[in-house]
């Protein structure tokens, strides 16, 4: 079963930097694509970026050039470092992982399973 845990949101000024953090179980493998959701108030839940076994990132272009989605297969840890971060960026992001990838493209809209999530705040 997989298991996914976020951690490191907060609440920070435009123009400031957060990272999150999410713990995977369950969910091993060279062929894996993994990534970051949110929803923002009112909003429907949207893809942010992905990354695949190999490494390969996607980005929505929202946040291409500032967010930057990484991971440790030692620790079997998800990053996503969010910069230059703005008030449209407020929403609740989600780790999550796509359970039915068997290889090829790794993208944000594909993310079909996520965790509980963590609340990012951005005023202006």
């Known amino acids: 079963q997989v298991q996914l845990a976020e951690s490191g949101g907060g609440s920070v000024q435009s123009g400031g930097s957060l990272r999150l953090s999410c713990v995977v179980s369950?969910?091993?493998?060279?062929?894996?694509?993994m990534g970051w959701l949110r929803q923002a108030p009112g909003k429907e839940r949207e893809g942010v970026a992905a990354?695949?076994?190999?490494?390969?990132?996607s980005y929505v272009d929202a946040v291409k050039g500032r967010f930057t989605i990484s991971q440790d297969n030692a620790k079997n840890t998800l990053y996503l470092q969010m910069n230059n971060l703005k008030p449209e960026d407020t929403a609740m992001y989600f780790c999550a992982a796509d359970v039915h990838y068997t290889g090829g493209v790794c993208i944000p809209e594909g993310l079909d399973y996520w965790g509980q999530g963590s609340q990012v705040t951005v005023s202006s």
């Open positions: 369950g969910y091993t493998g060279s062929s894996r694509c």
């Open positions: 990354i695949n076994g190999d490494a390969r990132a």
